[in-house]
């Protein structure tokens, strides 16, 4: 049986100074586990002393939420592949709703940081996930599934073997609002099928996560629920202690 992964967003919260207070505590409540897989994405800044907190727990990943397309160059404010991995990411989240919907980053964007990714040794966590207006219209499955085939299409098979997909309906992100387990389950098995025309019998490893207002009360069900590997978690992971507890579940 594949890991259960418990990815964690910090978003825009928790500087360098509260990183390291935060994974202190974090440290202490949650002892290494090597039945689940445990990835922080704490902002770029914060990601140099989240590693050296993490230096003896070489079972909790590290990831940026968000590169550039290129390597280097004059992208004031941007944040290439090879830097992240220089400051101790070994994974990239890519096309998170928020960089779909607040910065307008389509499709084509999110496919090209998908292959930069890569070429730097990063692994992906492509993130996927419909509006409020394309579920009513009962579009939730077509739209999912052009951000996934757009977002891996300048991937190999083989890469593609390597990457993690999140499932986050934009409808669910910090509303208290969470997908049933079904309705994951549904669009989760969506992406599988997806997936196998593209990597055939290599797909079968690809954790498929779920995020969208997950907390201590629905994690457990969320996980339960079939083609869900694990969760990616923005609000309830700020809090140390929730988190850990969380990613005990
Ligand atoms: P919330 O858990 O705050 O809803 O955020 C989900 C998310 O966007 C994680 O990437």
Redesign the pocket.
């Known amino acids: 049986m594949k890991k259960p992964v418990f990815a964690a967003?910090f978003?825009m919260n928790l500087g360098p100074q509260e990183t390291r207070s935060y994974l202190q505590t974090f440290l202490k409540e949650f002892p290494p586990a090597e039945d689940r897989t445990v990835i922080f994405f704490p902002p770029a800044i914060s990601l140099v002393v989240a590693g050296f907190a993490l230096r003896e727990r070489p079972d909790i990943m590290l990831g940026i939420q968000n590169i550039h397309w290129e390597e280097k160059g004059a992208f004031t404010g941007e944040n290439g592949a090879g830097m992240a991995r220089d400051a101790g990411a070994t994974v990239a989240?890519v096309g998170?709703?928020?960089r779909r919907h607040i910065f307008g980053e389509g499709d084509e964007i999110t496919a090209k940081k998908c292959a930069a990714a890569f070429k730097a040794g990063l692994t992906v966590v492509l993130?996927v996930g419909e509006k409020i207006e394309e579920r009513d219209r009962n579009t939730t499955q077509a739209v999912v599934l052009r951000q996934l085939k757009s977002g891996i299409s300048r991937l190999t098979p083989a890469q593609v073997a390597q990457i993690a997909i999140?499932y986050?309906p934009v409808w669910?992100?910090?509303?208290g609002r969470t997908a049933t387990p079904e309705d994951a389950t549904a669009v989760h098995s969506a992406i599988r099928r997806s997936l196998r025309d593209v990597v055939s019998n290599r797909n079968t490893e690809i954790p498929i996560l779920y995020?969208?207002?997950?907390s201590k009360a629905n994690a457990e069900s969320l996980l339960r629920a079939p083609e869900v590997d694990g969760l990616?978690?923005?609000?309830?992971?700020l809090d140390p202690e929730t988190w850990a507890s969380i990613a005990r579940t």
């Open positions: 967003n978003k989240l998170h709703s928020e993130c999140a986050e669910a992100i910090g509303t995020g969208g207002s997950v990616l978690v923005g609000g309830a992971s």
